[in-house]
């Protein structure tokens, strides 16, 4: 075995881990509260990568402000989203699987009104330190190093607010028992406000260093987000950290495959894991979990 | 032998000293009916209890009160229209409401589930005066309060639920089946409570119930539901010289 | 006129996957987001196996670089319409098993992203992004059909020819039977009928047509590459089947027509540029509407029934409705002669323990032909769990259960429906979606059509033996009195309607034990009197009833005999009165 290329790839595999494992636990904590199939999430990822590149191309803003603006705008996004087209369809039928349309509809016309707005030609965010730092003979970026740190602050963070604040709590009230949340006087759809800001934030924030990395592009979203969702499936539905292990699990496959074969076959045997995991523990691999 | 009441029985109408009026109440879920012109009222300090057959409706008449169900009909609470799917306004208004299944939040702390009792005060510092005195009140509660509620058994559930309810200092208490999954020998203590609170503090209670024996020996009026119909309104004490409700449910 | 075809010809292709989707969504309610991965399986395997063998330098990267097996296109094309089916298993097995509706959403996502990934990762089989290019031309008979006008027939009847088989399918017993599965599995394994093996054949014919798209996309367009087959293709089908209306094979259509049609409109309006994205942005608008609005979709399921009865339906109808509404039929005729014989069912030691709870203890009791015995007691007795446990959709722990001298402790719940004891539910778990009649048929045994084959082999005698179902099927009906509102869609009856018609699907299953689970609750006042007369009815033709009831009112009136439970115990066993006037027994029910 090469360890130079284990290291290599180990590394790799946390800093993408940690970035699924930011997306998993934006997903799930709007998921496991309201139940929404949430596929727009990609569309709110997507403008908060927009509105940080956008702003530094019309506003000249300086980097570190064009990623809070993103990630401002992308909380924006989220929260429009919800109480726009959701709260719309949900009056209207009480079938779940409309909602996910709506999703499924919003998808469609954001990712189409991105690329009329913005054409499809990636667009880069300039400005952010691009320094290689070693450890030994693995390489990483300044990039990576921010990515990782902000995404597990974001966790615990989240996962601090939910279980130590008296707030946070009113969001597992209605998580866990929405009869009893009621009773107490917990208004739900406050609660589904305040879930989608947070999970829209938090994902507006990793499209920060995806785009950093890379660049933005219309479609830029939706790969991320399914991921999102098998993590939180694969964790088991309900719970933080369990999304974060799904996360972190499926980053360090899809980078540790590189040891054996193409690395690009990378994402598709972490895709074929968790279609695996489907069909024998549907429940996840850490069960309905309770935080 | 069964009393033949096909028509709601004609209840006073409600004066203007109750301090709960519930008049008309309708509610269905979707084609199925479930409350037909349902008319009762609670007033203040009284003990007024709900009994029925399992499916007459009951638990449906505690939500649509509540507000947690579409209803038809209105009810005013101290002279002022109840809305509905508003819960945080109605709790704020004074009215505290008991689900009969799972009255606590099973994964969280004694202490953590009675801070969400209280979510809808104010000000933090009035939800920690409340906190202090329920647990005088409920020794239980301080005893256990970094306890996970899913662990305790049901009667100590239930009185968790209880203070639930208080910490919002309501004026009216809705319960719904107090007495489900408790032992038999902890009901008369968990009902012996519900009538010292409702005494000791003025608390009007709204009790809906199976046990019949047991909400009886503590309230003052009864409505007998059946089928989503009121048929019957009578004192408590005229209740209890009864020998049996085979007739009424 | 080139021009007119190739528009045609997307549009034709997006009808065939718009009715594949709709196999599945319309028929078992189930959303799969891999049909753009099944048109690929179709399209990749019959590229594969037609193409010839690779001819170039060898370490050159050529488009046509990869290498095929140079079979017979016609041949290959069945391969690969058959593989599309096969392989439906991925997705059908786990379908069955506990993967549904979000879950399901999600396995689809998977192997549609799976797919596209591999094809774009193993180049030496699929030449990667790139694709593969050069696949032979079309021709039938000699004749070439590479060009538009010519291979827009071809799509024509490759369109036809599966409209024709979602139509005889969803007109059948079998799309009926998958309609039940759709609202309630629960409900159509208590009638005794299957579940799995529909479910699988759904899934195969649904994939397999997608792949027949496959196959004439890549003839026609003599290429293949993974962006033809990716999960935009898979999203945009899934919302023309919602735009148009799900269940709908015309809804089907109507959706592919505005997602083919929009574009081309769109182009001549505002050019090439961006077409494609405003045609997006128009979709996916109007899907939003239509959630809003229409939520079933522009052409909603229609209810099967509202057509003109056939001339031997009428007669049939007419003959029946001379004959008093008792008369006998292999349906309604009692197993046992007279009331009070043998007993028919008899229930020995049943015990059942949920962790620690004793939820049922030692419960024994018979039930005799032509009477109606009513099990009562407080809350939390135990009487739906005692239902639950001798149609054996519960395991006991301990207890025997014979049912008419068989011994049925070890069935399974169909064994039993079909054995002659079925069993109502008390939030009724009736097909909303489907017509009363419909719902009765359901229930009928012996139907041919239900295995689709039959449909295609003998369609005469399946459709004779549909025939005799339906006046069946009519007359369970007549006995609970809503012969007149066969036709009418049940979601829009009133629930106790819907109870009758539930007990009318019991009645059609020919059993004569009936477990009714609280046959009265949530019937509004002036309905209940039908419930009970319906009761009434079927005990004078010689049924076996047992019925879970809470109201005493009720019981009073229809119980020969009542069993009084508690804490999972038979406390008493007598007439009401006889009970009633037992003071323990009020203690026990009343509290004390």
């Known amino acids: 075995m090469n360890l130079e290329l284990l290291a290599q790839l180990l590394v790799s595999g946390v800093v993408l881990g940690s970035l699924y494992a930011a997306m998993a636990v934006s997903f799930g904590l709007i998921y496991s509260t309201t139940r929404i199939f949430h596929l727009a999430h990609a569309l709110v990822f997507t403008s908060g990568a927009y509105a940080a590149v956008m702003s530094t191309q019309w506003f000249g803003a300086p980097v570190y402000l064009a990623m809070l603006l993103g990630t401002g705008f992308a909380a924006l996004v989220g929260l429009a989203i919800q109480a726009g087209p959701y709260a719309i369809v949900e009056r209207r039928s009480t079938e779940s699987i409309n909602v996910f349309i709506a999703a499924l509809a919003v998808s469609i016309v954001g990712t189409a009104g991105l690329e009329l707005l913005f054409s499809a030609t990636q667009r880069p965010l300039p400005g952010f330190p691009d320094a290689t730092m070693s450890l030994g003979s693995v390489t990483f970026t300044v990039v990576d190093v921010v990515s990782v740190v902000l995404a597990w602050a974001c966790i615990v963070g989240v996962a601090w607010f939910i279980g130590r604040t008296t707030y946070g709590r009113s969001v597992t009230a209605v998580r866990t028992n929405p009869t009893m949340a009621t009773a107490v006087g917990i208004s739900r759809r406050r609660v589904y406000q305040v879930v989608f800001a947070v999970g829209s934030a938090m994902a507006g924030l990793m499209a920060q260093f995806v785009t950093l990395n890379g660049a933005a592009s219309p479609t830029m979203g939706l790969r991320y987000v399914l991921i999102a969702f098998m993590a939180v499936f694969l964790g088991g539905i309900g719970s933080i950290w369990g999304a974060a292990l799904g996360g972190m699990s499926l980053g360090l496959v899809t980078m540790l495959t590189g040891l054996w074969v193409n690395l690009d076959y990378g994402t598709a045997i972490a895709f074929a894991l968790v279609i695996l995991m489907l069909i024998v523990k549907p429940q996840g691999l850490l069960g309905r979990a309770t935080v | ?249 | 006129m080139e021009y007119w075809a190739t528009i045609a010809i997307g549009i034709l292709s997006y009808g065939v996957l718009a009715v594949s989707l709709n196999l599945l969504y319309g028929y078992i309610g189930e959303l799969s987001m891999a049909t753009g991965a099944f048109f690929g399986i179709g399209a990749y395997v019959a590229v594969f196996l037609s193409l010839p063998e690779a001819k170039g330098v060898f370490g050159l990267k050529l488009t046509t670089g990869v290498s095929g097996l140079d079979w017979n296109p016609w041949l290959a094309a069945i391969v690969g319409i058959v593989t599309a089916g096969f392989a439906a298993a991925l997705i059908s097995i786990p379908a069955v098993a506990r993967v549904r509706g979000e879950s399901l959403i999600l396995l689809t996502f998977a192997f549609q992203l799976v797919f596209t990934q591999l094809l774009t990762s193993m180049q030496s089989i699929t030449g990667g992004d790139q694709g593969i290019s050069g696949v032979k031309p079309i021709s039938v008979f000699g004749i070439d059909m590479s060009s538009a006008t010519r291979a827009f027939w071809l799509f024509v009847i490759l369109l036809a020819a599966v409209v024709a088989l979602a139509t005889v399918l969803g007109f059948s017993p079998y799309g009926r039977l998958l309609r039940g599965i759709r609202e309630s599995e629960s409900a159509v394994m208590s009638v005794g009928k299957p579940i799995v093996v529909p479910k699988l054949l759904i899934f195969s014919v649904a994939c397999a047509v997608a792949g027949a798209a496959g196959v004439l996309q890549a003839y026609y367009f003599q290429s293949v590459a993974p962006a033809s087959f990716n999960v935009d293709l898979s999203i945009l089908i899934v919302a023309a089947v919602v735009l148009g209306g799900a269940g709908n094979i015309w809804g089907a259509l109507l959706g592919a027509v505005i997602l083919g049609g929009l574009s081309p409109v769109l182009r001549n309006f505002i050019g090439d540029n961006n077409a494609s994205q405003w045609q997006a942005v128009i979709f996916g608008l109007a899907l939003l509407a239509v959630m809003a609005l229409r939520p079933n979709g522009l052409i909603p399921e229609t209810v099967r029934g509202r057509r003109r009865p056939t001339a031997t339906e009428v007669i049939e109808a007419t003959n029946g409705a001379s004959a008093p509404p008792t008369s006998p039929s292999p349906a309604t005729a009692a197993k046992a002669p007279s009331a009070g014989g043998e007993p028919v069912l008899v229930v020995g030691g049943l015990s059942k323990s949920f962790g620690g709870l004793q939820a049922v203890s030692d419960v024994s009791f018979t039930l005799s032909p032509g009477t109606i015995t009513a099990l009562i007691g407080p809350n939390g007795a135990g009487k739906t769990t005692i239902f639950n446990l001798i149609t054996r959709t519960l395991v006991p722990d301990t207890g025997q259960v014979m049912l008419r001298g068989k011994d049925v402790s070890s069935a399974n719940p169909g064994e039993i429906a079909r054995g002659g004891m079925v069993r109502s539910f008390q939030d009724v778990r009736i097909m909303q979606k489907l017509s009363a009649l419909d719902n009765v048929a359901l229930a009928v045994p012996d139907q041919m059509g239900e295995w689709a084959w039959p449909l295609v082999v003998r369609p005469r005698a399946s459709a004779k033996r549909e025939r005799e179902v339906r006046a069946t099927a009519r007359e369970c009906l007549k006995l609970v009195g809503l012969e007149s509102s066969a036709d009418a869609l049940v979601g829009q009856m009133s629930f106790g309607d819907q109870k009758l018609v539930a007990i009318a699907r019991l009645i059609a299953t020919g059993g004569d034990v009936l477990l009714l689970d609280e046959p009265t609750s949530g019937v509004d006042a002036g309905a209940v009197e039908g419930v009970i007369e319906a009761i009434r009815r079927l005990r004078a033709i010689g049924k076996t009833i047992c019925l879970v009831e809470h109201s005493l009112h009720f019981v009073e009136q229809l119980a020969d005999t009542v069993i009084f439970l508690d804490q999972g115990k038979v406390t008493a066993e007598g007439s009401l009165s006889e009970l009633t006037s037992r003071p323990e027994l009020a203690a026990l029910y009343f509290g004390t």
């Not at chain 2, 509540?66 to 609470?77: H, I, K, M, T, Y």
């Not at chain 2, 505290?96 to 209280?118: D, H, K, Y």
């Not at chain 2, 933090?124 to 970094?146: T, V, Y």
């Not at chain 2, 639920?161 to 919002?168: I, K, P």
């Open chain 2, 1 to 249: 032998m069964s009393t033949d009441t096909s028509a709601a029985a004609d209840v006073k109408k409600p004066g203007s000293d109750a301090l709960l009026c519930a008049e008309g109440i309708t509610a269905s879920y979707g084609a199925r009916r479930v409350l037909e012109g349902v008319t009762l009222e609670v007033r203040p300090g009284e003990v007024v209890t709900v009994l029925g057959h399992n499916g007459a409706g009951k638990t449906t008449l505690l939500r649509a009160i509540f507000g947690d169900q579409p209803r038809g009909g209105s009810v005013v609470f101290d002279g002022k229209r109840l809305p509905v799917g508003d819960p945080t306004a109605v709790v704020r208004a004074g009215i505290s409401f008991t689900p009969a299944t799972t009255p606590i939040f099973r994964q969280l702390t004694v202490t953590e589930n009675l801070e969400l009792g209280g979510i809808v005060l104010r000000s933090r510092s009035e939800r920690r005066d409340q906190l202090l005195a329920l647990r005088e009140l409920f020794p239980l509660l301080l005893e256990r309060k970094d306890q996970v509620a899913g662990t305790m058994s049901g009667g100590q559930q239930r009185v968790l639920s209880l203070g639930m309810a208080l910490m919002a200092k309501p004026r009216l208490m809705l319960l719904d089946e107090p007495s489900l999954g408790i032992a038999p020998s902890l009901v008369q203590q968990i009902f012996g409570q519900i009538r010292t609170l409702s005494q000791g503090q003025g608390l009007a209670v709204l009790l809906v119930e199976q046990n019949v024996r047991a909400s009886l020996r503590i309230a003052d009026r009864v409505y007998y539901l059946r089928h989503g119909q009121i048929i019957l309104e009578e004192s408590a004490a005229a209740a209890q010289t009864r020998e049996h409700w085979w007739d009424l449910f």
